[in-house]
Structure formats: C-alpha cells, structure tokens
C-alpha cells in the first residue's frame, strides 16, 4: 500500500520560497508520475507541477520560472521548490502519485500554502 506524506507548507510573504517535500513509502511500480496540485478555495484543484520515473518535468505556464519539481530516489521523495511566491498562489497543495499502468491515483493529505504580508 503505497503511502504519501506531505510536509513543508507555511505562512510566507509574497516574494519569498517555500520548499514542500513529500515522501512515498511501499512499492512503487514503474511508469509512474509524481505531480504536485493544489487547490485554492472555491477553485478546482489544478496540476503545478509533474516529474516521471525517467525524470522528466511538466509545468504549466503560470509558475514556470518560479516552481521546480525534483525527486530523490534514494529516499522516494519529491520537492517542490516555489520561489517569487504570490498571494495567488495561496492553496492546499497535494502531492501526487500516477500509476501509469494501474490508472490508479495515490493522493497526500495535503499541506497549506498561505502567501500574505
């Protein structure tokens, strides 16, 4: 039973960076994709960010620039480093787990991300 655990989420000021970690325990089986989303209040949940088993990224056009998605294999976790954070970008974000050839979904149990001065 694959598990994810999400962590690093806070209150920043607009400008500043926030790292968000989240960590995958049991087996995961190849392809998969790890994605980051978020959900605002009173808005759909939307994709920030996305990284295969290969290693490649995906993000969509309003936070390339600021937001990397990067992975450790040696400890099953992936980042999520946001910088010139905005107070649009205030949300609960999710991380993510897309088992390619289950169509399953693992999901986190989120982490809050509140930008304001």
């Known amino acids: 039973q694959v598990q994810l655990v999400e962590s690093g989420g806070g209150l920043v000021q607009p400008g500043g960076s926030l790292r968000l970690s989240c960590a995958a325990s049991?087996?995961?089986?190849?392809?998969?994709?790890m994605n980051w989303y978020r959900q605002a209040p009173g808005k759909q949940r939307e994709l920030v960010a996305g990284?295969?088993?290969?290693?490649?990224?995906n993000y969509p056009d309003f936070v390339k620039g600021r937001f990397t998605i990067s992975r450790s294999n040696a400890n099953n976790t992936v980042y999520l480093q946001m910088n010139s954070l905005k107070p649009e970008d205030t949300a609960v974000y999710y991380c993510?787990?897309?088992?390619?050839?289950?169509?399953?979904?693992?999901w986190g149990q989120g982490t809050q991300v509140t930008v304001s001065s």
């Open positions: 990284i295969t088993n290969s290693g490649i990224t």
């Open positions: 049991g087996g995961i089986l190849r392809p998969y994709v």
């Open positions: 993510n787990l897309h088992l390619i050839l289950f169509q399953r979904h693992v």
